[in-house]
């Protein structure tokens, strides 16, 4: 999981519009995508620049433009210049800091998301911030490196009866909105996995360490929470949004995207609340412990220390002590320590202390 | 109860209106029961196959399909292409991860509730899926397994005179989820008795048992809600929704299902409350055992330890120590040391040590 | 107070509108109230069965059927036909389980609240279920026993000059409702002298008897707010509702009713804060207690500790101390062991211990 | 501060617009104070008793009465038959237990509110209830005891020169809000004071004094909050509320009242938190002392116990014993106790525990 | 940052629209920067005095009074009645403890807000009050001091290319507010640095004095966000002010500011939930340390009293003690202790207590 705050500060004072790439610092390749596909036909190839992405001119065919790696700024402002994009469209599409939302352009449709998967069941989560411009019949996507979520779309692209050959640029919109949501259920399952394992951990054996994981799994959920939330009034606002970029027959997807997302949260809510009660859980666990190390030492100081105290007495050197003279005086004593004890034993036995 | 979280990223990549079966493996037989009623009469009987299950043609009678076993994907595939199902209508049909909602077609008006039910006492609660599409003169009701909620329904419909045998298909709509609400006071009524139960074991002894139960309940009531709480607003869509196909004096019943699912809600904080409470008390009460048993080391310490302390001045060697001469030294002594003894006894029970 | 939760569930299965007795089994007689009054007159006198409740047939005067026992289910369900009340209506009055609300008729206006008494000072609180149906011309109350709560209406009945006797129908369910809004009042009363006594006791001797009686106190507040809190809601349906039935001079009176269940609300969420603080008041006493416990203990062992440790040292068997052998050896030692002491002392004096 | 809840129930049964003064029992003289004013003029004098006060006939000036000691309940009965106050209003006016509101009636507007002033710096808060009724050409203000909270705008109503002079009868009733809402900084400030000192007395020396203060302050916030907080629905109310009785040129000045009550929310608010601040800081400080305080008893206990128990070795009466009669075996066993104490300090105080 | 309360009741009773500064004794020198722009030039200089500051009267350029110090009461009198300011507005400007707002003016449009820096990186926050006057061609600043947060603006303004230069006056106060929202982000990461440090010595080494750096940022957590979290209400009265002074490409601007305010909200609602966690993490070390501490004391004090015990009891006189005439004896007792002492300690080890 990405750090705690990007460095966003070095902005402060340069006017609104600027390109800065602002978030973690990437090296990967440039990487252009162009599909264009109609019922007809689909066909896909890799730019080598900027300069060779230019909008569509015949309506006919949905163009999709696929960029990975942000940190080129420069490429992103030639492609905004091609595409007249808003210069504060573009600056936050190279901000990685950005709060998933959506904006409605006269002519576009914007909106962030965060793309989270993880690499394998070990490894942490990966925030990846993925930026959509939805025009009239292009589509603009921007990867900050470019993960695997978009390759079952392009697989999809394939089949000329499917759905997606046969819709709009706003139905290829909702489906990569949709391969990226999908996403957050397998992040969920991992999370899920943890939680579970930290129960039975809590139950066999809780130290520190557990009370550590709990913390960082709360921490986890916080970050999530953050990137998810949004996504709900994110959808709302393309759905209600004044523009007609959006068919009807899409916004029903839109809808399903959304309970999605609804279902989403209610999972990290109540990943949240059993947090809450595994660190409850862990906290009087501790207390319980204290209390058994208590009564151990007051079983040991209360059976001891009155066995002690009459030894003390014997051994004590006065000159006239008639008990030390008596033949039996020495067995006695130790029979009534002895039953001093086993009195004492019986009494924290019953009060259920051992 | 059902696990913590439905396996789901099976389905990430696939495109939206593909049906898999989501939720628990189940490998029960396919049950399609038809029933058709009017006031005049009432027919029902047990389909072998979707291909038999044909839309009502003629508007006379209220068609009911029950379908049991939604696991078999193909069977709900078939019936969806024979009612012009939408597609993300069949998926959520499939998905038993689904959250409670209302969504409003255009020819027709789908929702999805959890039926809970218990088996017996001491069983657990059990969570199906019930999905329900009401069309203008159908209702299709898809069951996991199919549970004997909705016998009594059946039994209703051989009344002639029966409110429900002179409605149409929107109040058999309605008795299907009154009847699925209605059983949520048994499951409450159960979780009331385990919570009374929990205050006696609280009051009684409570222990590291007492605790793992209480968070069991918080955790099940956690788990309650959210099968709970989007019904409200499910009713809300259905109540509110731009449809005819719930006439108006449906509306008042459904007006009252509301009423009943605010009451569960209701009892539900008030039971998430009390368990609350509950835990306080647990952990005041640990830390008050804790305070009894550090005052018992107390009492034994702060009498011992002077007493002994005499012992051990007595029991010194040195040659010149008058007392040890003195033939009253030895009774002295032991006086002296009870009487220090009952002064500290004294002291305790005064300061309600003891 | 009434139990946590309604056997409710013999009722699943049943057709909405079948009239079954929910709630405390209840065997008093049927209690059949009529009181006809206008400016000019007004008549009271005990009918003897439900064959006897006719609708008023003269518009002039206002017609008030008050009913005692509803668990006598056959005379609310001739009532029911009499006056033609909706069945579900009908369900509700008899469950005695239900939530405060309003429901708005065709022809009539339901509402239902809880009036909550006490009998003597010590004596708990009681919780009775009333449901009002006012009508054109006519007011029919069900109570559950039938309290006192409404005699002071009666006797304003007999004031010919009175606002009651020269309003409608309208205004006599407000005086009812008002009646029990005003009993709140009485019942906060109560509890606020059970939070200033918790408060003395909490000062003066806290022990876990305490602390049982702040959660129960708690419990209650739990039961009033549920109570309580739908009443609001319930006032604003019948202000706004969309009913001729109520005329605009009533309806200042009943934002005067709405005010004080504002102001009821806002003493019960104050007495749960202060419930709340008193147990943290108390959780901090407990673990200040076993601070002071733990400091005497402390000064006790390290007090007595080195001393004993002196007396062993002297107690050795060598045979070469030379310090046995010493003429002022043992006033020494014992003058040493008070120095020891005294500082001890000195310096738990000092560091507030004792 | 006034108690927790005044008696009211003695109220329940009368009929509503019944005039009891509830509140506490006050017995200060009856106050009539008549200040008529316009541009030209201001006039101001004392009234002997309720009947000299005439609402005014000719529109040109404003008229102001201001009446000290509502428990004069005939009076406040005489003066709303000469303004035709409705008699809830009245009712309103002598219940001292109102909580803040606004009511728009057809001829006037009428609001409460809690004046809330600090007699000097030690003293306690003293809550006192204002009414004010706004008609058209006239401002009735009702006080309890008659605080100086009005002085100032006496003041300014001598300078001829001043809005207050030039405006009209709203003006005025805004000027009596805005003077009791600028009181609320006042105990504000001393609040402020308090937690101030309460968090340099947590640092230096926190003892349950200290615990029982910050309940104390929870307390008053929680008072202070409850007669606050409704003022800014109160204000709303006055702004938007369907009445012309507030000019348009005033409601400017409203919606800077407005704008102070919630500074005032927003104090009260942090103020809270940092009271439940203070709370955790508190019970934390007390469990570190607990800590150290075990801390004390453990190093006395495990440096002094293996030094006892070694001389408890060389106290027995064991015949053959070969170190008794060595030589050396006396100063041996001293330094090889001196040995291990060190030791055992050495320990302690590399793990910080001395 | 600044203390907890400004003094502010030195104004109860002074009409409103007085103009007293409130806040902090300030004592800086007044400064008026007049800068005036268009598309054409910029031209830049320092006023003497109030009187030279004159409303624009030519409507081609944008007039920019910033002024420095506003302490200088007459001089903003002055200011207000040149530019024919509402008394209220001006009362607000010289109020350095005013809540972040925007007011409608008919003419002109009125906002506040804090504007916080870091001075260096140890340093604490900085608070400071800007007020920014929007009229037609006109923009007046009013700074406490006088920050360095606008020298960015006016090195932009000497870009002739620029949009700011090219834009009206409604931009300029746009650009005037992203430069203090911009300066958050710079807050929140030195806050972020601290907190992560604070997670460092959590690991590391908690001690009290974590608890108060916890404690303490927590406080400026709640400071924060109080300066912060108006901003938010403020700018949507600005958008959707009724209001033609912001043109509507000025709005998306105003929208991005907004987009960033939620950003800088989100991120403070993230440290607070962190700072909770961190304090759960201190008290549940702290309990863990006291486990620890008492697992020493009781280990210690289970081996050695067993051992003192037997020591003691052959410590004793009696004349008939068998054992002690043995030859073995003394060395059979030796490893008897041996013995025991290995046994405890291994029950230990194996119960992970040491």
Redesign the interface.
């Known amino acids: 999981m990405r750090g705690?705050?990007t460095?966003?500060?070095g902005?402060?004072?340069?006017?609104?519009?600027t390109l800065v790439h602002i978030g973690e610092a990437r090296t990967g390749p440039l990487r252009l995508r162009l599909t264009e596909y109609d019922a007809a036909g689909c066909e896909e190839r890799n730019l080598a620049s900027a300069a060779e992405c230019l909008p569509p001119t015949d309506g006919g065919k949905v163009y999709w433009l696929d960029v990975g790696g942000i940190h080129h700024v420069q490429v992103i402002e030639q492609l905004g210049q091609a595409f007249h994009l808003?210069p504060?469209m573009l600056?936050d599409i190279v901000n990685t800091?950005?709060?998933p939302?959506a904006?409605v352009y006269d002519d576009c449709l914007f909106f962030v998301v965060k793309m989270l998967h993880v690499a394998d069941k070990e490894a942490t989560i990966h925030v990846e911030q993925v930026s959509v411009v939805l025009g009239p019949r292009f589509v603009l996507s921007f990867e900050e490196n470019g993960g695997p979520a978009f390759?079952?779309i392009r697989?999809?692209l394939k089949n000329p009866k499917?759905?997606?050959r046969n819709s709009g640029a706003d139905y290829l919109a909702y489906?990569l909105l949709?391969?990226i949501v999908?996403?957050y259920?397998?992040v969920?399952?991992i999370l899920?996995e943890r939680?579970?394992a930290l129960e039975q951990e809590l139950i066999r054996d809780p130290g520190?360490a557990t009370?550590?994981t709990i913390?960082e799994v709360?921490?986890e959920l916080?970050?999530l929470r953050?990137a998810v939330w949004p996504v709900r009034e994110m959808i709302n606002v393309m759905e209600r949004g004044e523009t007609d970029l959006i068919q009807d027959t899409t916004k029903?997807?839109l809808?399903?995207v959304y309970?999605h997302t609804?279902?989403v949260m209610?999972?990290l809510e109540?990943f949240r609340?059993?947090a809450t009660?595994m660190?409850?859980?862990?906290?009087?666990?501790?207390?319980?412990?204290?209390?058994s190390?208590?009564?151990?030492?007051?079983v040991?100081?209360?059976i001891?220390?009155?066995?002690?105290?009459i030894?003390?007495?014997?051994?004590?050197?006065?000159?006239?002590?008639p008990?030390?003279?008596w033949?039996w005086?020495?067995p006695s004593?130790?029979l009534a320590m002895l039953f001093i004890g086993s009195v004492m034993f019986w009494i924290f036995k019953r009060k259920d202390?051992l």
Chains 1, 2, 3, 4, 5 share one sequence.
């Open positions: 705690l705050l460095k966003r500060s902005k402060a004072g340069l006017p609104p519009g808003h504060l600056e800091d950005q709060r939302k904006d390759e079952p697989t999809r499917g759905r997606l489906a949709d391969a999908d996403h259920f397998g969920l399952e899920g939680i579970q520190p009370l550590r913390h709360k921490r916080l970050f953050r029903v997807y809808r399903d309970d609804i279902q209610d999972t109540t609340e059993m009660g660190l409850d859980l862990y906290l009087s666990s501790v207390s319980h412990r204290l209390n190390v208590m009564k151990v030492l007051t040991i100081t209360t001891f220390m009155p066995l002690t105290f030894a003390g007495i014997y051994g004590m050197n006065f000159d006239y002590m008990e030390l003279k033949q005086g020495y004593v130790l202390w």
